[in-house]
């Protein structure tokens, strides 16, 4: 390398504007969190996903190699995800002409479990899975949702055309049909005893009752313009009793994710925000925290927004695992601070990683090596996993990102022309500078 370029190169470094942090920090990161396989003996298929505190149940079905059967299963969690048991109802696949195959979970307190599917399936703990107990709430039908607001009340909502809304004040132990002239509800709330909200596929509305379905409140549309008929949504998110935000799909010009939010129960509903990297969103974390995820078809992204849900930005969704996170099933806050989402069969963990920014804006206990580098440098973050990000002297990303594993990451630099190159780890999209290592050959 010719001295002058070298002048040139460590001028641009200088120049070239960063963002800086400085004090502790945090980055969300997601790693594969799988119940332990026996012996790679068992398939797993994750469906649906639930927690409630640091107790989280997953549904879905087992397949065993051995034996070609399926059978379905639990796998519960007591630590927001870090480890989990598996709990087997005793049920296989397929009874006679009924498919057992779950569609929706709610894991309503730490001994308290219901969940729904195919052909009117419906199972029910109430010792913390030990037991399950089939319910019969009077239809083969699919079942869409099932929500309850103590592990007493609460409502199911069904594909049949005229018995598709059932309550129960008893945990399940006896169903009641609602007569109701509307259908295709997809999702159903309780708030309390005899109070309800269910939401209508597409353009909705919403419907709500304070005394069991005898007098019923309704929303307008979701949209009110003809343009409405260009978006079907059909799943909800809220929080508390006003602030829900619906999300489906966007059939406009350019297909992709929807979400469309109110906070005043329907009465007004905010500018509808499409995200066309998204084939469709179908699942949102809860809207009562700061920081909340949504997702549905992507490949490898994640809808993040750290105001409730207001607003968002489209993350990389970076796991370390090669498995591809693109179909959600399931996405789900743990009571310690971790998510949990399900996708293709895997369970992922995300929680916040802290580090330390000194005041010249790098992270400590950083090293790379070899410095200078010709074909692979290797980073090792102590103690901390986050995304790392290589640029050049102009501030341009030259490799795909990697996230840490085990505390260090490894770039092969083969092709990168010669010169100075900056380490970045990513805080919540703000990039924080850590190291800086030089190409020679």
Known sequence: MQLGNTRILLLLLVLTPMQFASGARAQFVWELSQPKENNNR????????????????????????????????????????????????????????NQNKFYGIQQ???????????????????????????????????????????????????SDSTRNIFTTSDGGVQWNNVSFGEKNFVRCHTFGSAKFGIMKSGNGPLYFTADNWKTIDSTKPFFDSISSKEYVLNNWSITGT????????????????????????????EKPLS????????????????????????????????????????????VNTNYPADICVGLAAAGNGHYLGTFNGIIIKGQTQDFTVNSSG?????????????????????????????LDVLGRECLP?????EELVTFDVTNLPL??????????GNLISSAKFAIIR
């Open 42 to 97: 068992y398939q797993y298929n994750f469906s649906a996903l639930s927690c409630s505190g640091d107790n989280c149940t997953v549904a879905g079905t087992q397949r065993d190699y051995i034996t070609s059967k399926l059978a379905i299963i639990f796998w519960h969690s007591v630590d927001g995800g870090s480890s989990w048991t598996l709990q087997d109802p005793q049920l296989p696949w397929e009874i006679g002409d």
């Open 108 to 158: 309503i307190d730490s001994l308290n479990v219901i969940a729904i599917g195919d052909t009117g399936l419906v199972l029910r703990t109430f010792d913390g899975g030990k037991t399950w107990n089939k319910q019969d709430c009077h239809t083969k039908a699919f079942l869409n949702d099932v929500h309850f607001s103590d592990p007493l009340n609460g409502m199911i909502v069904s």
């Open 242 to 269: 006003d602030t829900i935000a619906t999300y489906g799909v966007d059939y406009g010009s350019v297909i992709g994710g929807l979400i469309i939010r109110t906070t005043d129960r329907g009465k007004t509903w």
């Open 275 to 318: 995200f066309p990297g998204f084939n469709y969103i179908n699942f949102m974390s809860a809207l009562n925290r700061d920081t909340v995820f949504a997702a549905g078809f992507s490949i490898n992204h994640i809808l993040y927004s750290s105001d409730h849900g207001t607003t968002w930005r489209n993350d990389s969704l970076i």
């Open 362 to 390: 790098k992270i400590n206990t950083v090293s790379v090596y070899p410095n200078p580098a010709s074909t692979f440098v290797k980073i090792i973050c102590s103690g901390i996993r986050v995304r790392v990000h290589i």
């Open 401 to 405: 990102p990697i996230i840490s594993d």
């Open 419 to 428: 010169g100075f190159y900056s380490v970045f780890f990513d805080h919540n």
